[in-house]
């Protein structure tokens, strides 16, 4: 049963500044990997699949990378509307997402 | 474009079976790589993938859940039902049906339906 662990689970920031998330697989799960992001009260949106693949729509400050083990969500310059729940999920066995990382505005 | 939305009561009491229909559009379960899932997420929580029904009839549930679900296609409606029996408090969430990416084919979800509140409660 492979487990995700996100960290930080809460972070501070200030409006372009560079932030990255980082998750965790107990187990390699290769490159099966993708991020989301979920504003109050909305459905979550697909950012990143296959760890390093960006959805389509989705902006370039935006990037992820990492595999195995270790995997990261970068946001090059935070933006106002960045300001959200973000969620990483694996899909090697079966989906299962991590505990999330919520960035509010410092 | 595609669309998911779902339907089913908003307060249960313990014990009893949950029964949550999405409808979707845009789509055909009858299409070869199309699958529909259902994720949950309580109050303050982090989400909780539940199960996946596949175009082939085929599904997975969450381990941890298995005994208590059931999924399931009318493939003719556009719908997929999930029942969840013996609902507990601990199962008040928000609970979302998604559509499984086609491109690529993975069990990521790129569209997800608005989500609907159930709350568990005698």
């Known amino acids: 049963d492979i487990q995700l662990t996100q960290s930080p689970s809460f972070l501070s920031a200030s409006v372009g500044d560079r932030v990255t998330i980082t998750c965790r697989a107990s187990?390699?799960?290769?490159?099966?990997l993708a991020w989301y992001q979920q504003k109050p009260g909305k459905a979550p949106k697909l950012l990143i699949y296959a760890a390093s693949t960006l959805q389509s729509g989705v902006p370039s400050r935006f990037s992820g990378s990492g595999s195995g083990t270790e995997f990261t969500l970068t946001i090059s310059s935070l933006q106002p509307e960045d300001f959200a729940t973000y969620y990483c999920q694996q899909l090697n066995s079966y989906p299962r997402f991590g505990g999330g990382t919520k960035v509010e505005i410092k | 474009q595609i669309t998911l939305k779902e339907s089913g009561p908003t307060l249960v009491k313990p014990t009893q079976t949950l029964t949550l229909t999405c409808t979707f559009s845009g789509f055909s379960l009858s299409t070869s790589g199309v699958g529909v899932g259902w994720i949950r997420q309580p109050p303050g929580k982090a989400l909780e993938w539940l199960a996946l029904?596949?175009?082939?009839?085929?599904?997975r549930y969450s381990p941890s859940l298995k005994s208590r679900l059931t999924i399931t296609k009318d493939t003719s409606k556009n719908q997929v039902v999930l029942t969840m029996t013996n609902m507990d408090p601990v199962d008040t969430a928000t609970y979302y049906c998604?559509?499984?990416?086609?491109?690529?084919?993975?069990?990521?979800?790129?569209?997800w339906g608005q989500g609907t509140l159930v709350t568990v409660s005698s």
């Open positions: 998604a559509h499984r990416s086609m491109f690529p084919i993975l069990d990521i979800f790129d569209y």
């Open positions: 187990q390699g799960i290769s490159s099966y």
């Open positions: 029904i596949y175009w082939d009839d085929d599904k």
